[in-house]
């Protein structure tokens, strides 16, 4: 959390419960109900997705269609990097395989922000964005999570989920197993990241160590992830045999797909 002039005021005025839950939140697509706007804690012990309950109306999302990131919220700090990606497992856990499907390097959830905006927890005038489901990857039911290392403050992760229905035909768990794995920093996950190893430095938009291959960078000052981000980035097909730290080793060794079942006797590597 940033405190701003602003913030700094209210806090004074003596309403802390109105800070904690002035962050942002995922709108589009619309995600699973329960979320708070805050982000995950730093011991993991909400990832992933805040462990809401798992229920709600799916969003159908055809297979190589353009769909909204849109959000709720003003305290946008400064924006930062965030990520679109997927998971098959229903429901997904801790050491589910999250697939990157799109990453914004910078302005995100918004553009050209030093700080916070004026405090407005149901703010929804912020510009959202575009992402493609891509063309091959299987349909099925799946949790789309939005993800965002915030630039200014407090070093944090968010993380949001949405029920969605990708809908068409020819996809492959190829496609899919060749798509980076989810960025994870300034939280301890024994997956992503073991011991909270990898963090962000503040005041700067981080730089995806694996990005994929749909990506924009809206931000100014692009830079790596501080520390030991091995296993985050060694992420996607190619992790078997980079294991140049044990964390990207152990990752490496439990980076089978975790797929839902009926699924993984058809996935070929
Ligand atoms: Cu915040």
Known sequence: MYFSKSTVSVLAAGSFASIAQAHMLLRTPT????????????????????????????????????QQLAFTGSAVHG?????????????PTANSEWKVIHSIIGGCPARNTAGN?????????????NFSIPADIPAGEATLAWTW?????????YMNCAPVSITGSGGSEASLAALPDLF???????????????????????????PGSSVETLGT?????????GAAAAGGAAAGGAAATPAAGAAG??????IRGRRVASFKA
């Open 149 to 157: 290392l915030n630039k200014v403050g407090n070093r944090e992760f």
């Open 184 to 210: 994870v920093a300034n939280i301890a996950t024994p997956k992503f990241n073991p011991g909270n190893q990898c963090t962000t430095p503040e005041g700067i938009d981080v730089a995806f160590p694996n």
């Open 31 to 66: 995600p699973y109900p329960g979320h708070q706007s805050g982000p995950l804690d730093p011991s993991g012990s909400n990832f992933p997705c805040q462990n809401v309950a798992f229920t709600g109306a799916a969003t159908e999302m055809p297979q190589g269609s353009t």
């Open 79 to 91: 924006g930062g990097s965030c990520q679109v990606s997927i998971t098959y497992d229903n429901p």
């Open 117 to 129: 905006l004026p405090e407005n927890p149901n703010n929804t005038d912020l510009e959202p964005y």
């Open 253 to 258: 060794a439990a980076a089978t797909p975790a």
């Open 221 to 229: 000052s692009p830079a790596p992830p501080a520390g030991n981000c």
